[in-house]
């Protein structure tokens, strides 16, 4: 099979923010309770969190952690998660089942965030929660004053502010099924400019994601908030809609053009507010509104109303292929996509599994470390010619065999190209070109790959992901590499962009 591959090398188009390889905790089943936070287990820290998970977490580089949730977040109260583990209340978790006793509350948020090298990122209670208690949070979190809240935390045994920046207003408000008062975009409106005014009157410096919807839902809280709307969120989670799992891969596709009509809808809106009245006694945003992709992955396995156990997937191989070309659309629209956290980080539909006696690392885990390991931090323009992936029933589906981004490393001087050959059994011949110099040496070829789209790792097995770095791999005569069937592959190259 052939295709084309054309980077052009010329010119970088954009900084490509490292918050794009985030990652997300809720209080859903065995995720932070018994996931990374297990007091009572051997494998636990002082701290009560899992070594073995922490090491991971590590693993995946995390530049930032999203807490606490996720449709949980209408039910907490954030003063129920300080203060003596002894006292603190525990609360049925009305929404995902089981119970909450709160031990991993916001100090313990932030000393994680700090362990693994992560911002935190907090969502605030819109439902059950009021402004006063979110401003509240924030002062908590950020006062340096003699006040109540910031005297509290001191009393806690944090004299430094914890210093979020980040912080969404509610989470998937419009979703008419879960709780919540603020359905209608114009309700959600209305709230949002008064935890918006109190959280930043706590603090003038932090930065704001509103909730994003549908098209509609979108302009009508965007015509009322651009002026202090930081970040619009949005998800997604792809699903097999049928056995045909050719199909799969367009869920990059829906995504992307997600991601490209809500970029059309911002820039509607000018980069910077030049009109703002100084009696909200804060400052409006500072640039353009950016997209916050703050749930992303798989949403494969539901068949029950045990909702904990049946998200705590199996992930094969193709699924794998399919997050990393997720991560090929989050590349090729970083302009836009500044920050991203995958949905979620243990257990729950998420790349690190656990039971009493250990942890492993699923097949997803390893496209995720290897972008954030290896990719650069200014995006390149590419263009691909592929044939497309065809069905069971021989149709054509909408995902091409080869999925590519590119990216520049300016501390490296690299050029790394990102292929996915989402093919089950074909490789793939791409005559790659650079769009204006001569074609550039391969420095070094790192491949993952596995027997088959169907392998899964597990528990007390050998990680079934092959990853090979290939310090010798260079192009033919004709400029062509060949990229294995079902196959992640990044090609790296020295390379030398001026600014």
Request: net charge negative; charged share 25%.
């Amino acid at each position: 099979m052939q295709a084309r591959i054309n980077v052009n090398v010329t010119k970088k188009q954009n900084i490509m923010h490292p918050f794009m390889y985030g990652q997300f905790i809720e209080f859903l089943g065995r995720c932070i309770d018994q996931g990374i936070y297990h007091p009572d287990s051997p494998l636990s820290d002082t701290n009560g969190f899992r070594q073995d998970v922490l090491e991971k977490a590590k693993g995946l580089q995390p530049p930032l952690l999203r807490f606490p949730g996720g449709t949980m977040v209408k039910l907490y109260h954030w003063m129920d998660g300080i203060g003596a583990k002894e006292e603190r209340k525990r609360q049925s978790n009305r929404i995902w089942g089981g119970v909450i006793d709160h031990a991993f509350g916001t100090n313990e948020f932030i000393q994680y965030c700090r362990e693994i090298g992560a911002e935190p990122f907090i969502i605030v209670n819109m439902t059950t929660g009021t402004a006063e208690e979110a401003a509240n949070w924030v002062e908590y979190c950020n006062g340096t004053d003699d006040t109540y809240y910031a005297n509290l935390r001191r009393s806690h045994g944090f004299e430094e502010p914890h210093n979020v920046k980040y912080w969404g207003l509610g989470n998937e408000e419009a979703a008419v099924p879960d709780i919540g008062f603020l359905h209608d975009p114009h309700e959600y409106i209305k709230a949002s400019w008064e935890f918006a005014k109190l959280m930043k009157l706590a603090d003038r410096s932090i930065k704001l994601v509103m909730v994003g919807e549908q098209p509609e839902w979108n302009q009508a809280i965007l015509d009322e908030l651009h002026p202090i709307c930081d970040y619009l969120s949005l998800h997604y989670y792809a699903r097999s809609e049928n056995d045909d799992y050719a199909n799969l891969f367009d869920h990059a596709v829906r995504m992307e053009n997600m991601i490209v009509d809500t970029t059309t809808l911002l820039e509607r809106y000018p980069a910077k507010v030049e009109s703002f009245d100084r009696w909200y006694r804060f400052p409006p945003r500072e640039r353009e509104i950016q997209i916050a992709l703050d749930e992303w992955g798989i949403w494969q396995h539901q068949s029950s109303d045990d909702y904990a156990a049946d998200m705590e997937a199996i992930f094969n191989w193709r699924e794998a292929l399919l997050v990393a070309s997720m991560l090929n659309v989050i590349q090729r629209q970083s302009k836009q996509v500044t920050m991203a956290t995958f949905a979620q980080m243990v257990n729950i539909l998420a790349p690190i599994l656990t039971n009493e006696n250990g942890s492993f690392c699923q097949t997803i885990y390893h496209p995720l470390e290897l972008y954030r390991e290896h990719c650069g931090n200014w995006r390149l323009s590419c263009e691909v010619e592929s044939r497309m992936l065809v069905d069971s029933d021989g149709q054509e589906t909408a995902s091409a065999c080869l999925d590519v981004s590119a990216s520049y490393d300016d501390e490296k001087r690299e050029v790394i190209i990102a292929v996915v050959n989402r093919h089950p059994e074909e490789s793939v011949t791409a005559a790659v070109s650079f769009g204006g110099p001569d074609n550039l040496e391969i420095i070094e070829a790192i491949e993952l790959n596995c027997p088959s789209w169907e392998t899964v790792n597990g528990f007390a097995i050998e990680d079934q992901v092959a990853r090979i770095e290939h310090t010798n791999a260079r192009y033919d005569s004709e400029g062509r590499y060949v990229f294995p069937s079902h196959s992640v592959t990044l090609l790296k190259h020295r390379h030398s962009i001026d600014d």
